[in-house]
């Protein structure tokens, strides 16, 4: 074998290898949710993911097969369920307290979204909801006292 060749396929092993490796990394499991807070940064309205109203908050915390949190208005609490990556919410339920139009769209959208939810992904600190390819919330996590 030409030398060549022998660093053509040495380094055709070391690109597999290191794909093998992000395969197994990305990989996420119910740990990466259980006992952590996350606040959203980002929600999909009209199919783009969109900046949050000003001055509203949104967050999800999970505790034992339940996620509760802020919508933007209102606060909401259900089960959720985790195998691998896919993820399923509800039911849900929410405190009914009036809302601006605008803040009650975003929440409306927000709860549409964890509705809509089959799958997620944990990065470090951030957290991000999918209905298939299409992100549906962006959140950074936050430590809380």
Same mark, same amino acid.
């Given at each position: 074998m030409h030398e060549t060749t022998w660093l053509k396929w040495g380094t055709?092993?070391?690109a597999g290898a290191a794909a093998l490796l992000l395969v197994v990394v990305a990989?996420?499991?119910s740990d990466d949710l259980e006992g952590r807070t996350?606040?959203?940064?980002?929600i999909a309205i009209d199919g783009s993911l969109t900046p949050l109203v000003a001055n509203t908050v949104v967050?999800?915390?999970?505790? /034992?097969?339940?996620?509760?949190?802020?919508?933007?208005?209102?606060? +909401?609490? $259900?089960?959720?369920?985790?195998?691998?990556? !896919?993820?399923?919410?509800?039911?849900?339920g929410t405190t009914l307290m009036a809302c601006i139009?605008?803040?009650?769209?975003?929440?409306?959208?927000?709860?549409?979204?964890?509705?809509?939810? /089959?799958?997620?992904t944990v990065d470090g600190s951030?957290?991000?909801? +999918?209905? $298939?390819?299409?992100?549906?919330?962006?959140? !950074?996590?936050?430590?809380v006292d």
């Amino acid at each position: 074998m030409h030398e060549t060749t022998w660093l053509k396929w040495g380094t055709l092993a070391l690109a597999g290898a290191a794909a093998l490796l992000l395969v197994v990394v990305a990989f996420n499991t119910s740990d990466d949710l259980e006992g952590r807070t996350w606040v959203a940064e980002e929600i999909a309205i009209d199919g783009s993911l969109t900046p949050l109203v000003a001055n509203t908050v949104v967050t999800a915390t999970f505790e /034992d097969g339940s996620v509760s949190g802020i919508a933007s208005c209102n606060n +909401y609490f $259900g089960a959720y369920e985790v195998d691998g990556e !896919a993820i399923a919410f509800g039911p849900l339920g929410t405190t009914l307290m009036a809302c601006i139009p605008e803040i009650l769209a975003q929440e409306q959208s927000y709860l549409l979204a964890l509705d809509s939810a /089959d799958r997620f992904t944990v990065d470090g600190s951030t957290m991000t909801l +999918y209905a $298939g390819d299409t992100a549906l919330v962006t959140y !950074a996590e936050v430590e809380v006292d």
